[in-house]
């Protein structure tokens, strides 16, 4: 049902058409302005036309997720039927796998490769079907370059219709006064019908186009994946990586056999033999511990004696070190504060010599002031 979908967007057109049809008074006799009609059947035919070249693309892409299922169901009973042993002897030479002829070829290029690679080595390298038959090949048949544009096409007509709607209804309307503008408020409201029917359905197309591709694509992409699934688990020949690994697991385990064997011969021997050269064993390691223990405990217990007196050493070194530190720390106190004080002297002189500065100008003013008069009284005295 899903892959019959698309069936939805010509039944919606034609809905659509109808609607738009009546409201421009086509079907009531009332039509009164045939360039909104012939705008709005304009911008449907663009549509259809997408939607009929989107309905080829869909309609192959039907075909293939179909037969893709039923390949599927065929390759799982025909499983069943020969107890569960892989196909691939039955369809390696058989040149009608698919009936699709884009699927077909995919698989002629995968059977090719699998069989060429098989005659050259002696045995087939690991190839996935999926190299072939993938989610690019279905973009292909769906025509996913452009399917995946027409829903922006749609939403882009619906707003050049409303743009070419308002410049009609602005371009015919005119006046200076209420009675001629009110005279021309129809061709303003004709050509905002025909911006706001554009805008509508435009929008509505492109989300209607929109959910239906994206759920078709959706549904072939799953219907893909089960398809390579089965095929792997019933199909897919074995690579040659596979036999070497078979090979190779027999010869360990033969080699696994024949060390067992060995340690069996072996172990043969008389056990009361072995259990009297294990006690000798035991006893000569048990002296030979002894006196090496002796010595080495001596050496132990004089290097842990160096070992303290070099610690007390340390101890003492670090105690005179931290003393020194403290002392050191205690004379950058007092230089510090030494520092603090002669600052503060400093800041003290500062302010002072600022004032004596500010009293010697004051001075130095004044006594220009007193030099100035007695000028001016000795040239008053000489006159």
Known sequence: MKRKLYYVLFFLYVIVVVFV?????????????????????????IIGILFVISSISFGRLSRVTRELEDVSLLLQKEYKKTGEKNLWANYKDKDAFFEEK????????????????????????FCDLEAYINEDLLDRISMNSFNSGVSGTLTGIGILGTFLGLSMGL??????????????????????????????YGIFFSLVFNI???????????TLDEFLDVFRQTTQPFSGKDEETAATMLVYQAGMASSLRQILEVM?????EQTAGVERIVDRFTEEMQSALDMDF???????????ESQAVSAANVAEMVEAVTTLVEVNRNVQEALTCVMDRQEFFAERLEEQKEMLADMCDEMSSQLYTFEQMRNLYEK
């Open 21 to 45: 049809l009546y409201l421009n008074g086509v079907f009531t006799g009332e039509w009164k302005s045939s360039i909104n009609l012939i705008i709005n059947i304009g911008f449907l035919i």
């Open 102 to 125: 884009n699927l077909q070829d995919a698989f002629n290029k995968y059977r090719l490769r699998v069989n060429s690679t098989k005659a050259r080595r002696g045995a087939g390298s």
């Open 171 to 200: 371009g015919a309307f005119s006046g200076d006064d209420i009675f001629t503008i009110s005279d021309n408020v129809g061709s303003l409201l004709s050509g905002m019908k025909v911006a706001f029917h554009t805008s509508v």
């Open 212 to 222: 239906i591709y994206r759920n078709l694509m959706s549904n072939a992409y799953k």
């Open 268 to 272: 043969k021997g008389n056990a009361m």
């Open 298 to 308: 001596k050496k132990l217990g004089n290097t842990l004696k160096s070992a303290g």
